[in-house]
């Protein structure tokens, strides 16, 4: 069976666990890393191609599969350069774009050949919860959703998380693509993204009902907690998305719950099922350019910006 040969541009901190899952992989080589700043790292106990320059590693290799895990402000340019240089496919990062205006320099490139790591929507305690909405339609529709992310980068001064651009762009395209999974968002009726926190409303449809998420990323934290409730009538479905873990209840009565298998590191829990889905032939809509650009427009274009945060 030919293996997938894959390139990473950006071997940072997400780009870890990229390598981790990659190397799980029997049916995957890495044919190169690329990074400007950092040195190459170690896969499968020995060190692969390594270039400073993400061109030069292109024009030197012909990969099937390209990960951009960059800041996110450089995902549109270096998945442009993708497309533009090799026949390879690009899983870019999340979010694609920081802007709606720039996805068009991507549709103009090959839409189909660009996924986008929405790795939320796989995490296992996500997918439990959305099969489990879905089985019992006797509950009726989604009516409202809270989400809460906090990770404590306050602490590490504003150099340190410069590449999370803000805590709406880090945090709340993954808030996004919980609901995502669970209901069809449809704006972003409010929204409050400052230097350390943020506060967004969305609306959303479900089963033909209207209905509205409340969700707050904060960073003035010591830990990181990531939650999310969801209501459908008198069933309320938690998820505890840094444990991952879940239970639904109706009243004082447990109707369902779920638990890891208490071994599996939280990312790789998500990084696993999304690249067995790229890489099946039929990868998941959720991971295709239209999904993408759909929350681009919500995550991007939603509300008003600025202040201290909520």
Not at 111 to 125: K, L, N, Q
């Amino acid at each position: 069976m030919a293996k997938t040969k894959v390139g990473l541009i950006g071997v940072g901190t997400i780009a870890a666990t990229h390598l981790e899952v990659l190397a799980e992989r029997s049916d995957v080589d890495l044919e190169f890393t690329a990074d400007p700043v950092a040195g190459p790292p170690v896969f499968r106990g020995a060190t692969p191609p390594h270039h400073a320059d993400p061109a030069e590693a292109l024009a030197a290799h012909r990969p099937d599969l390209v990960v951009v895990a960059t800041p996110a402000d450089s995902h549109v340019e270096l998945a442009a350069l993708v497309l533009g240089s090799s026949g390879a496919r690009v899983l870019v990062e999340k979010p694609l774009a920081l802007d709606v205006a720039s996805l068009a320099r991507l549709a103009e490139s090959g839409p189909g050949r660009v996924f986008t790591a929405h790795h939320f929507a796989f995490s296992p305690e996500v997918e439990w919860a959305a099969a489990l909405v879905a089985a019992h339609p006797e509950w009726g529709p989604v009516t409202g959703a809270t989400s809460l992310f906090c990770d404590p980068y306050v602490g590490r001064g504003r150099g340190a998380f410069a590449s999370y651009v803000s805590p709406w762009t880090d945090s709340g395209i993954n808030q996004l693509t919980v609901l995502a999974r669970l209901v069809e968002p449809a704006a972003v009726v409010s929204l409050r993204d400052g230097a350390d926190s943020a506060w967004a409303v969305v609306g959303f449809r479900s089963r033909g009902a209207e209905g509205v998420a409340r969700l707050r990323v904060d960073w003035r934290t010591g830990a990181s907690s990531k939650s999310s409730v969801v209501v459908c009538g008198e069933v309320e479905v938690w998820l505890d998305h840094t444990a991952m873990t879940g239970f639904a209840c109706r009243g004082g009565e447990l109707v369902a719950s779920w638990g890891s298998d208490g071994r599996t590191p939280r990312k790789v829990a998500h990084y696993r099922p999304l690249y067995a889905s790229l890489l099946s032939g039929r990868p998941d809509p959720v991971l295709g350019f239209e999904v993408a650009a759909g929350l681009t427009a919500l995550h991007a274009g939603g509300g008003a910006r600025g202040g201290a945060g909520g």
